[in-house]
C-alpha cells in the first residue's frame, strides 16, 4: 500500500462510513469478529446476490488536490463504469474528530462486470492517491465483509460491515473550517495562491484584492445587506433603497470578478468557495470607500457566502446542519460587519412564480434550490444561525412596494437614517 494511504488504515476499525444513499447519509462500521446476530446495515440490505460493492477513499495528501481529484473522479466513474453501478457520495470519518473526514464514493456492480471493474480499479490504484476497499456476501447472504483490496495484497484481512450510530451531526461539519467556509482572508487567499497553477485566472483574482484590510474601521454612514434565495426579491429591493436613500448599491461578488466567477463555479467546493471569500474582502474595500460619503445597500455578502458553504457541504435534514451557535457560523474576525442584514424569506410556491416570470438561467446550485426543499430549508436556517451583524428577516410575499416601506421602517429605526 502507498506510503500516504497508510495512516488512514491505521485506526481502521474505529472508522464509521457514510454512504448517501436518496440525499441523506446512511452509516455502517466494521468488525474484526461478529458478536451474535447483527442486521445489516442500510446500504448492503437493498443489494441483490449477484451485487459486489467497492468504495474509493481519496487520501488528502493535499487538500486542494486531493479534493479536486475527487470532484474529477466521479465524472470519470459516471462515464468509465458500467450503467446501473448506481455511484454514491461516501466517506469515512472518526466519530467527533476533527480534520478526520476522509470523501470518496461507493459503487455496485454485477460478477460478469468484474474484468472491466478490475481494470479500472487498478488503473486508479496505480497512478491515484485512492484507497479502494471491496465488499463481498457471505454464501447465506446474511452478512457482508470489506476488505482492502490490492492486487498485490490479495490475503488482506475481512472485516465484518455493521450499522453504526448516526453522529450528531453530518460527517461533513468535521472538516468545514477552511475547506468549505474561510474566516479570514489569508486562508482563502491561500488556497487560491496554492492553485494558481491549476487554474491561471486565480492571478488575476488576487490582483483586484485590496492591500490592506481594516475590519474595524467604523463606516460613516450605514451600510445595508440585503439577504435571501434567489428570486425573493433583493435585485428589486436593493435598487429601489439606492433610488429612495441616494445610497449607493454594491454587491458581491463585485463587478470586477464577473469576468472569472462561471470559471470558480465549475471547481469543488474548497476553490469556489475561497472564490467568493476573497470576494466579500473586494466588496469590503468598496464599501469602506463608499460609506465615508453616503449610505451603502449591498446585495449579498457574508450570509450568502456561509449558508450556501454550509447547506451544500452538509445532506439531509435541517437537523444534520452544525448545531445553532457552532463556531461554524462566526463572522470573520477581519471582515468589516454592515450595520443591518435584512433577509428576505418566501414561500416557495411564490418563490417558483417569481423564478418563472424572470425567466433566467440559473447556476447548478439555484437549480438545486428549486428541486430540493430540504436544500431550500438547510440554507435559510444556516442563514438565520449566522452570529454577527443584526439580521432581521422580513417577509417578501407582499407587493415591491409594501416590502419597500416595511424595510425603509427598519432601516430607520435600526440605523436612525
Ligand atoms: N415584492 C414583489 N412582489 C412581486 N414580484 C416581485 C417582488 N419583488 C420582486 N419581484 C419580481 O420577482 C422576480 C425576482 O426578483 P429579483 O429582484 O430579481 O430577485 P433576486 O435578486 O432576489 O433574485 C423579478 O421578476 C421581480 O420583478
Ligand atoms: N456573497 C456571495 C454571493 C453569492 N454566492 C454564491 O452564489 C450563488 C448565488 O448567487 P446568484 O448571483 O445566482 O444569486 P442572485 O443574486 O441571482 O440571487 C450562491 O449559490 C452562492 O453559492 C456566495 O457564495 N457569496
Redesign the pocket.
Known amino acids: 500500500m502507498a506510503r500516504h494511504l497508510k495512516p488512514l488504515v491505521q485506526r481502521w476499525s474505529s472508522r464509521v462510513f457514510s454512504v448517501e444513499l436518496d440525499g441523506a447519509p446512511v452509516y455502517f462500521g466494521i468488525r474484526e469478529k461478529l458478536r451474535g446476530a447483527t442486521v445489516l446495515p442500510a446500504v448492503f440490505s437493498r443489494l441483490q446476490k449477484e451485487d459486489r460493492c467497492y468504495s474509493l477513499l481519496v487520501c488528502n495528501w493535499d487538500r486542494i488536490r486531493g479534493d479536486r481529484f475527487h470532484w474529477e473522479l466521479r465524472d470519470k466513474l459516471l462515464k468509465d463504469l458500467p450503467p446501473g453501478s448506481d455511484v454514491a457520495t461516501m466517506s469515512s470519518f472518526l466519530p467527533d474528530e476533527k480534520g478526520s473526514l476522509v470523501k470518496g464514493y461507493f459503487f455496485k456492480s454485477r460478477a460478469e462486470n468484474s474484468p472491466l471493474i478490475e481494470g479500472i480499479l487498478s488503473d486508479l490504484e496505480h497512478t491515484d492517491p485512492v484507497l479502494v476497499c471491496s465488499y463481498s456476501q457471505s454464501e447465506d447472504g446474511q452478512q457482508w465483509t470489506q476488505s482492502l483490496w490490492s492486487h498485490a495484497e490479495k490475503k488482506q484481512m475481512k472485516f465484518y460491515v455493521v450499522p453504526s450510530e448516526a453522529p450528531e451531526h453530518h460527517p461533513s461539519a468535521l472538516n468545514m473550517i477552511n475547506s468549505d467556509v474561510f474566516y479570514s482572508l489569508d486562508e482563502a487567499c491561500d488556497v487560491l495562491k496554492k492553485c494558481g497553477d491549476i487554474i491561471p485566472e486565480t492571478q488575476s483574482v488576487l490582483r483586484m484584492l485590496p492591500s490592506r484590510v481594516d475590519a474595524r474601521r467604523k463606516p460613516d454612514f450605514p451600510v445595508i445587506v440585503i439577504e ?5 426579491g ?2 428589486t429591493l436593493t435598487e429601489s433603497l439606492r433610488d429612495t436613500l441616494g445610497a449607493t448599491l454594491l ?3 463585485p463587478q470586477c470578478l464577473s469576468t472569472w466567477r462561471a470559471r470558480f463555479d465549475r471547481e469543488p467546493p474548497i476553490i ?2 475561497a472564490f ?1 471569500a476573497v ?2 474582502y473586494i ?1 469590503a474595500e468598496q464599501i469602506c470607500q463608499e460609506s465615508a460619503k453616503s449610505p451603502v445597500i449591498v ?4 450570509h ?2 456561509a449558508a ?2 454550509i447547506a ?1 457541504a452538509v445532506t439531509g435534514p435541517v437537523s444534520n446542519l452544525p448545531h445553532d451557535g457552532s463556531e461554524v457560523y462566526c463572522w470573520p474576525s477581519d471582515l468589516l460587519q454592515p450595520s443591518l442584514v435584512v433577509l428576505l424569506t418566501l414561500d416557495p410556491e411564490e418563490r417558483t412564480r417569481r423564478l418563472r416570470n424572470r425567466g ?1 438561467m ?2 447548478d ?2 437549480q438545486e434550490l428549486d428541486h430540493n426543499k430540504l436544500f431550500r430549508d438547510r440554507v435559510e436556517e444556516a442563514y438565520r444561525r449566522i452570529i454577527g451583524p443584526l439580521c432581521i428577516t422580513v417577509d417578501a410575499s407582499p407587493s415591491a412596494d409594501l416590502v419597500l416601506q416595511q424595510v425603509l421602517l427598519l432601516i430607520r429605526a435600526k440605523c436612525h437614517l
Open positions: 435571501g434565495l434567489d428570486a425573493t433583493k435585485t454587491r458581491s461578488p469556489r468557495r467568493y470576494g466579500n466588496t446585495d449579498r455578502f457574508w450568502s457566502t450556501y458553504a451544500t433566467l440559473k447556476t446550485e439555484e
